[in-house]
């Protein structure tokens, strides 16, 4: 509640401890006095009409009991919320703060579902040696090839700024393997964002960076650097790339790539760039 605005109790000039009927005598003496009919300057009647809208909104709540518990228990901020919940359950203050407690839980849960978005895939690839009818009994037997699995889960932090996970699990001919893929993305304005992302890989992890930026209503460009382990040595991209809506269904694409593999030599411990 602003410090500077009356509570009720003021408006009405009575006592927060002040009984029904003293509540009741004192609007019915402040309503005749700020009545705006008894005013006939324009200037005047516009104050006494706020006053006397003030005044009554004021009764409408001290007059009524279960109301007038919901303002001294919660304030003027909250009043509204605790007649969301003021129901035939809510028999005191204990009943309506744990109400509005329970209300206020359910809202942030939701709101934090609301900013968090999931998604996932499964790809599997198999492969039959024979698809005529004939072989139809040995469908079941065929070999399977890869499984990959992917599950995204997107965080909004803020109105700009995102943090995602996401974990993949990978076989193929016998072997499996798993990643997981952390990023943070940041809108620096409505044409341009950028993007930290980081893949775990085997207690190796896997460092990017990509910064994109609208060229014009149907141009982007993307400019992305990463560096990812490779055995002993490390793979280092640079890459550029221009997309373009070239019609509703048709998408067109130039990109540039640069690489380079940094090595560590078990001689000299120095560290050198092969292209």
């Known amino acids: 509640m602003d410090p500077s605005e009356p509570s009720l109790y003021d408006t009405l000039g009575v006592d927060e401890n002040a009984s029904a009927a003293t509540i009741t005598a004192a609007y019915r003496r402040l309503s005749r006095t700020y009545h705006p009919d008894r005013w006939l300057e324009p200037e005047e009647k516009r104050e006494a009409s706020k006053r006397w809208l003030g005044i009554s909104a004021a009764y409408d709540v001290l007059a009524d009991d279960r109301k007038r518990m919901t303002y ?48 996932g895939a499964t790809v599997i690839t198999a492969s039959l040696d024979d698809l005529s009818p004939a072989s139809a009994s040995r469908w079941l037997g065929a070999e399977l090839q890869s499984v990959a699995m992917t599950q ?26 798993s990643s997981l893929r952390l990023g943070f993305r940041r809108q ?3 044409f341009a964002a950028v993007e930290l992302s980081t893949s775990l890989l085997s207690g190796a992890a896997a460092l990017g960076i990509s910064a994109n930026r609208r060229l014009s209503r149907h141009s982007v460009g ?23 809506q070239l019609t509703m269904r048709t998408l067109g694409e130039a990109a540039l790539g640069l690489g380079a593999s940094l090595q560590e030599s078990s001689l000299t411990r120095t560290r ?3 292209p």
């Open 152 to 177: 995204d889960m997107t965080l909004e932090l803020d109105s700009r700024s995102t943090l995602s996970v996401g974990p993949q699990l990978l076989t193929k001919a016998g072997l499996g393997g």
């Open 222 to 244: 993307v400019a992305s650097a990463s560096v990812t382990p490779w055995g002993e040595a490390w793979l280092a991209n640079l890459s550029f790339k221009a997309t373009r």
């Open 272 to 274: 050198t760039l092969n």
């Open 72 to 119: 001294d228990t919660l304030g003027a901020d909250q009043f509204a919320l605790g007649l969301q919940v003021l129901n035939d359950t809510v028999r005191g203050p204990d009943d309506l703060l744990r109400a509005v407690r329970k209300v206020k839980r359910r809202s942030a849960e939701q709101e934090h579902e609301g900013k968090l978005r999931l998604s």
């Open 188 to 190: 620096l304005s409505g």
